[in-house]
């Protein structure tokens, strides 16, 4: 009795080397991993050279703008991307996002990729006084999952702190948890593709992963806990289910 044949159909072969080659073309193009430096300033850029900046004494108004949205195209790192606004919040990018986490440095040409996927990027300059950006970065770490945070040079001294999402900014003086609160709420997760299959393979310069986002953490009940974090000198209580932070004096 003739055995049955242990070969696959031809198609089967087919879809199999076609699939083969799109990967492997996909990571040519860009894998996370080589050719990175292309997309870095000098480190003088992301640093602070001197010492840091003295908080302002008044609270300006932030600024909100709303930015007509470009449109998203994926760039091999042979080809150099550039943005025409001064804080990027769309238009082309790599085609492998960053993960989402705290950074010494991240490049627009990585998260720009995770706004269009619904993150929210949280800049500050360089030399912004610490415990500006030990509030801005407690904020994003215990509200928004999907967050990335990282020194920005294209920043001003009267509002050296940021948010970004997908077209949209809004560039602060101060950290007010009620106004962010309400940015974060209109602005959180306008997702402009399928959601993410896969984690973000540029991890250059990642220093403090983010936890909140994970499949795990999520399916154990993480987004309806709330969460008491220290900020600025008085508590703040931010749920995770609204993301609204409220004030405990």
Known sequence: MRRAS???????LLCLALCSAARSLSESCDDGK??????????SE??????????PHMRLPSVDTQYYVQRPRHFCMDTPVQYNETIPNSGPHRPMRAQYGEYRYCPPQRWVYNLE?????????PCVQPSLRAQLAALARSCVPKHIITPFPGLSPARPLA??????????????LSELSDWLQQNMNQSREWPERRGGRYRLMLVHPATLGSKHVHNRGCAQASLWVRVGGFWAKCSRKNYSPSVSF
């Open 117 to 125: 996927l619904g993150g929210v990027v949280f800049l500050y300059h």
């Open 6 to 12: 242990a070969r696959r159909p031809a198609w089967v």
């Open 163 to 176: 948010l970004v999402s997908w077209g949209r900014t809004l560039e602060m003086s101060h950290v007010a």
């Open 46 to 55: 992301y640093s602070c050279p001197g010492p840091t900046w003295i908080r």
């Open 34 to 43: 080589r050719l990175l430096e292309r997309d870095l300033p000098p480190p």
